[in-house]
């Protein structure tokens, strides 16, 4: 199989963020929450959205407003707050070595990300499960990863391969798969304004495509209403 690289991309803003030490905090329970702000970067995109509020015919001065570019801008700060985070050393963090070779499913991870075409929200879930060749990770860090990707500009379709080539490079197990549901604004609040679609993406290595059953465990297990 063809491997990229995962995107670790080394922004402007990432460096500046990392310089002023804003970044992520070690999570309480396995989910981080961001509360600092980069505040060159807020006052940045604030500067713009005065611009965009006046050219869509709205007065930047109202007072619902006031604050609005500057609500808009920690907003979008906290939405893209995967840039600076490596899913890899998120997966690094939690190895051990275990003799456990059946399949590891974490399914009904909650997604949330913006398309990169329209910078609107796509949301729904991704199933993700790994079979492992002697080294397992924490199940907390699988939804970590997730969220490292998701939050970025995206298009479902690289953030499924993101995903699935992370855990593969890192845990090298015997096989890989993901799948994500998700339904996306920019189709549902414009353009053909279909309400109720859900577009399903998967993406699987090693073992879940050699092994047609496997894949097949695999689909019954997330299609399975157990819970
Ligand atoms: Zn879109």
Redesign the pocket.
């Known amino acids: 199989m063809a491997k990229k690289s995962v995107r670790t991309k080394p922004t402007t803003a990432k460096a500046r963020r990392a310089t002023n030490g804003v970044g992520m905090q070690e999570p309480q329970d396995g989910y981080q929450r961001i509360d600092k702000f980069e505040p060159e970067g807020v006052e940045r995109i604030s500067a713009h959205y005065d611009d965009i509020l006046e050219a869509i015919g709205e007065d930047p001065k109202r007072e619902g407003l006031l604050r609005t570019p500057e609500r808009v801008a920690k907003s979008l700060q906290y939405l893209t707050h995967g840039y600076d985070l490596d899913p890899a050393a998120i997966l690094r963090k939690a190895l051990f070595k275990e003799d456990y070779s059946q399949m590891v499913l974490v399914k009904d991870i909650e997604v949330y990300s913006l398309?990169e075409?329209?910078l609107?929200p796509?949301f729904g879930k991704a199933h993700v499960a790994y079979i492992p060749n002697g080294r397992i990770t924490g199940l907390s860090k699988i939804p970590r990863v997730v969220d490292a990707f998701a939050r970025r500009l995206q298009v479902q379709e690289r953030l499924t391969n993101e995903i699935r080539d992370c855990i593969h490079d890192t845990l090298k197990p015997l096989g890989v798969a993901v799948v994500i549901e998700a339904s996306?604004l920019?189709?549902q609040m414009r353009g053909i304004q279909k309400q109720n679609s859900v577009t399903t993406t998967s993406a699987f290595t090693g073992i879940f495509l050699d092994d047609p059953r496997t894949r097949e465990e695999f689909i019954k297990l997330i299609s399975a209403k157990l819970h």
Do not use: E, S, V
């Open positions: 398309c075409h329209h609107l796509f996306h920019c189709m």
